[in-house]
């Protein structure tokens, strides 16, 4: 039987799978649709298959805590996020958008080092590293170059992400999944119509399952996510989550036959040896570390 911890990698492993599914479909939905129509299809189409299932009593029964603060915090600063990414990938391609993402563990490892002293052993410790040696020195060897402004967008994103990632570990313990992702994608909603856009292109035919894969694709990855933060620490979840980056480039290749050369091959190599690399101990189920006030779930 599987240790909690265990069972949080392959939550997380997963997630990296349909986050990489969702910057294929990403991507391709960039070459018609402006980004904040995409973000909206993806929060407008997972906040209505959500809300069936939100358990409300903990919003019912308001009371100041720490898990609420950090709930609010997860939801406006992982929106904030979410935006940078979907604009970097209808900018440039879902290798190189993946690789300003590779940022986001450094933010959270260190972010959770100094809020709440997690650590990594030696082994997940060289399991990062070989991560983020892997998309490094896919960026080296790419042949595309990164304009100004996507790497500022991406190091940015890669920043809110740190932060948000760091309150979900600290919210999912205490709130349902649904209502962590539901109130989540409301704050995404608001973002879409604060920033101003281009005009919206009315979807056709297949058009409208590119979106639907869009949002179907991300709402998996985020319950996923979320799931695995609730039982493994921040730098465990994030590391695995790279991943994404190798699942990403698969379906680039599957879909629109883009062959990685060998040194792409070689480098996404090195990112799932560390994604091994960063396998739990059964010990390292992660604890908790707010009062044990657990709201109600409803």
């Known amino acids: 039987m599987q240790s909690p911890a265990q069972r949080g990698y392959w939550y997380s492993l997963a997630a990296g799978f349909w986050f990489g599914a969702m910057g294929y479909l990403i991507h391709r939905a960039s070459n018609t649709f402006p980004t904040s129509e995409i973000v909206l299809a993806r929060a407008l189409s997972n906040a209505v298959l959500l809300l069936p299932w939100v358990p409300w009593r903990p919003l019912k029964q308001w009371r100041w805590s720490p898990a609420i603060g950090f709930l609010g915090v997860r939801a406006i600063a992982g929106a904030c996020s979410l935006y940078c990414l979907f604009w970097t990938l209808g900018r440039t391609s879902v290798g190189n958008a993946r690789i300003l993402g590779e940022l986001t563990p450094l933010f959270v490892a260190g972010f959770a080092w100094i809020v709440f002293g997690e650590t990594l052993t030696k082994w997940q410790q060289g399991g990062l590293m070989l991560t983020i040696l892997g998309t490094l020195w896919l960026s080296w060897s790419s042949p595309e170059s990164l304009p100004n402004e996507v790497l500022a967008v991406g190091i940015v994103g890669a920043f809110m992400a740190g932060i948000a990632l760091l309150s979900l570990r600290q919210a999912a313990p205490y709130f349902s999944p649904a209502l962590i992702v539901?109130?989540?994608?409301?704050?995404?909603?608001?973002?879409?119509?604060?920033?101003?856009?281009?005009?919206?292109?009315?979807?056709?035919?297949?058009?409208?399952?590119?979106?639907?894969?869009?949002?179907?694709?991300?709402?998996?990855?985020?319950?996923?996510?979320?799931?695995?933060?609730?039982?493994?620490?921040?730098?465990?979840?994030?590391?695995t989550k790279r991943s994404s980056l190798a699942f990403g480039v698969l379906f680039d290749w599957l879909g629109d036959g883009d062959q990685p050369t060998g040194v792409a091959l070689f480098s996404y190599g090195l990112v799932m040896l560390g994604v091994w690399g960063l396998t739990p101990n059964p010990e390292q189920a992660k604890k908790k570390t707010l009062p044990a006030n657990k709201p109600s779930q409803g």
């Not at 101003?196 to 979106?211: C, K, N, R, T, V």
């Open 182 to 239: 539901f109130l989540f994608n409301c704050a995404v909603l608001v973002l879409v119509f604060v920033i101003p856009s281009p005009p919206w292109h009315s979807p056709q035919g297949l058009e409208w399952a590119l979106l639907g894969g869009v949002g179907l694709s991300g709402l998996f990855a985020q319950l996923l996510m979320t799931r695995a933060f609730a039982l493994i620490t921040a730098a465990l979840v994030t590391g």
